[in-house]
């Protein structure tokens, strides 16, 4: 047995009316080291949720998240969703793995759930499962300027197979992420093709894409038993099929934390998705909790870039609340990051002894005139103005918004403390991205601000 659910697109509908803004960012992640496969698995249950250490009085901001989080406790529906949509911090998924696993482990594991399909895009490595794909596979991405102009849905990608043998599989890595049910989000179409879904070598549905115009919608299937371990889609052949995302649930009741994030991406990366798709998710889905992490790379942009951005992103905290009513928003700022500027002798490679230094107000002011004429003066390691832009302009709106504000960076201990983490073996090199240990340790601190307050059970 299967559930399908289809929604019309209309054919050039503008995709969330807001006023545009670069998505790929000119410089720090455009190339994301990689740390050890996968996120970290949760060895150990953080000492603030193992104690009950959850003091202080809770956040009014998170009052629905959790008013939601007591419902589910005292046993009112089956899985209880939380979304994180951000740049390369939420693409790595060490961050977010480490937040899955710690909810899930609280309050329960209703699967993997909700992923972009197959493998869309570099160093992709989601958490609790392997992701693979052979064959022809086309993928279209929300990520860049030049963007197809099809109506993504929340995962920001489609996927296009059309040879026979096209496949896509998703593998459970451990015990926890086995799965009794899939969801298939897929784009019916005149001359759709069709696609096989088989479960552990078994195949449970066969699924037809022709339609009479585009359309998006879903597959719901149960797997042949309750703890399956792999997903396959297999393309027929007899013409195009495309995939917006893929899903794995467990029988339990528990907590399905989707992350969807993007390389090089700024927040401005939402108003490239379909708002009557994004409408149909997010009411499905209905989250308690839509985390938005932005501003690294807003950070490194230009001063005139940022001059409406906390209207922009105003606009874009506005439309999530509208689409996800029974939820509540949390804004996070990016972590540090640092620089070392190209033209310096030996550029940033081989600068791991080289000290970081914050700009001076004189400096900050006149950054972008010193780095056209390649002044020796920013010939160190230092915290990209723009960053002190960006996160005024989050308070204001966090503020504004009556949403939760995260300082990332102020807990990492403010400008520079990208270089400290390094030298603390948390960060990478490159003094933008954070180790698995760096992940884990941000992501702990994020979830007691999330729980503040929360009673133990």
């Known amino acids: 047995?299967?559930?399908?659910?289809?929604?019309?697109?209309?054919?050039?509908?503008?995709?969330?009316?807001?006023?545009?803004?670069?998505?790929?960012?000119?410089?720090?992640?455009?190339?994301?080291?990689?740390?050890?496969?996968?996120?970290?698995?949760?060895?150990?249950?953080?000492?603030?949720?193992?104690?009950?250490?959850?003091?202080?009085?809770?956040?009014?901001?998170?009052?629905?998240?959790?008013?939601?989080?007591?419902?589910?406790?005292?046993?009112?529906?089956?899985?209880?969703?939380?979304?994180q949509i951000g740049d390369s911090h939420t693409a790595g998924d060490q961050f977010t793995g480490r937040l899955r696993a710690t909810f899930q482990a609280q309050f329960g594991n209703a699967g993997r759930g909700q992923i972009?399909?197959?493998?869309?895009?570099?160093?992709?490595?989601?958490?609790?499962?392997?992701?693979?794909?052979?064959?022809?596979?086309?993928?279209?991405?929300?990520?860049?300027?030049?963007?197809?102009?099809?109506?993504?849905?929340?995962?920001?990608?489609?996927?296009?197979?059309?040879?026979?043998?096209?496949?896509m599989t998703l593998t459970a890595s451990g015990e926890d992420a086995r799965f009794a049910s899939v969801e298939i989000g897929y784009y019916a179409q005149p001359g759709g093709g069709g696609f096989k879904i088989i479960v552990?070598?078994?195949?449970?549905?066969?699924?037809?894409?022709?339609?009479?115009?585009?359309?998006?919608?879903?597959?719901?299937?149960?797997?042949?038993?309750?703890?399956?371990?792999?997903?396959?889609?297999?393309?027929?052949?007899?013409?195009?099929?495309?995939?917006a995302h893929w899903a794995t649930y467990r029988e339990t009741r528990g907590i399905e934390f989707v992350s969807h994030g993007f390389v090089g991406a700024q927040v401005g990366i939402l108003d490239?998705?379909?708002?009557?798709?994004?409408?149909?998710?997010?009411?499905?889905?209905?989250?308690?909790?839509?985390?938005?992490?932005?501003?690294?790379?807003?950070?490194?942009?230009?001063?005139?870039?940022?001059?409406?951005?906390?209207?922009?992103?105003?606009?874009?905290?506005?439309?999530?609340?509208?689409?996800?009513?029974?939820?509540?928003?949390?804004?996070?700022?990016g972590p540090d990051a640092n620089r070392y500027p190209k033209y310096c002798a030996g550029g940033s490679e081989g600068t791991e002894s080289k000290f970081c230094r914050p700009l001076s107000p004189g400096e900050a002011a006149a950054y972008e005139t010193l780095l056209a004429r390649s002044d020796k003066t920013l010939c160190r390691w230092h915290t990209p103005p723009g960053y002190a832009v960006v996160r005024a302009a989050q308070r204001e709106a966090a503020e504004r918004m009556n949403v939760l504000w995260w300082d990332w960076m102020a807990f990492q201990g403010g400008p520079c403390a990208a270089s400290a983490w390094e030298a603390k073996g948390l960060v990478h090199k490159d003094r933008v991205h954070l180790k698995n240990a760096g992940s884990a340790l941000s992501a702990d601190a994020f979830y007691a601000q999330l729980v503040r307050g929360l009673p133990q059970n």
């Open 272 to 333: 490239r998705w379909d708002e009557r798709v994004v409408t149909e998710e997010l009411a499905e889905l209905d989250p308690a909790l839509v985390i938005l992490a932005f501003g690294t790379n807003e950070g490194f942009a230009p001063a005139d870039r940022l001059r409406d951005y906390g209207e922009r992103l105003r606009a874009r905290i506005a439309l999530l609340q509208r689409l996800a009513p029974h939820a509540s928003i949390v804004l996070v700022a």
């Open 116 to 167: 972009a399909p197959g493998v869309p895009a570099p160093y992709w490595r989601p958490s609790s499962v392997k992701a693979e794909q052979s064959g022809k596979w086309q993928v279209f991405t929300s990520n860049k300027s030049a963007y197809a102009k099809l109506p993504y849905g929340i995962s920001g990608y489609v996927l296009r197979g059309a040879e026979a043998g096209d496949t």
């Open 1 to 83: 047995m299967h559930r399908t659910v289809t929604t019309l697109l209309l054919t050039g509908l503008l995709v969330l009316c807001l006023p545009h803004d670069r998505v790929v960012a000119e410089g720090p992640e455009t190339d994301m080291p990689l740390d050890e496969p996968g996120a970290p698995v949760l060895k150990q249950m953080p000492k603030h949720v193992r104690d009950g250490m959850l003091g202080g009085r809770p956040w009014p901001q998170l009052a629905v998240f959790h008013r939601r989080l007591a419902e589910f406790r005292a046993g009112k529906g089956t899985r209880l969703t939380l979304i």
């Open 200 to 243: 552990d070598g078994t195949p449970v549905e066969t699924v037809s894409t022709s339609g009479a115009a585009y359309r998006y919608g879903r597959v719901v299937v149960a797997a042949p038993s309750a703890q399956a371990q792999q997903l396959e889609i297999r393309v027929v052949g007899d013409g195009a099929v495309d995939l």
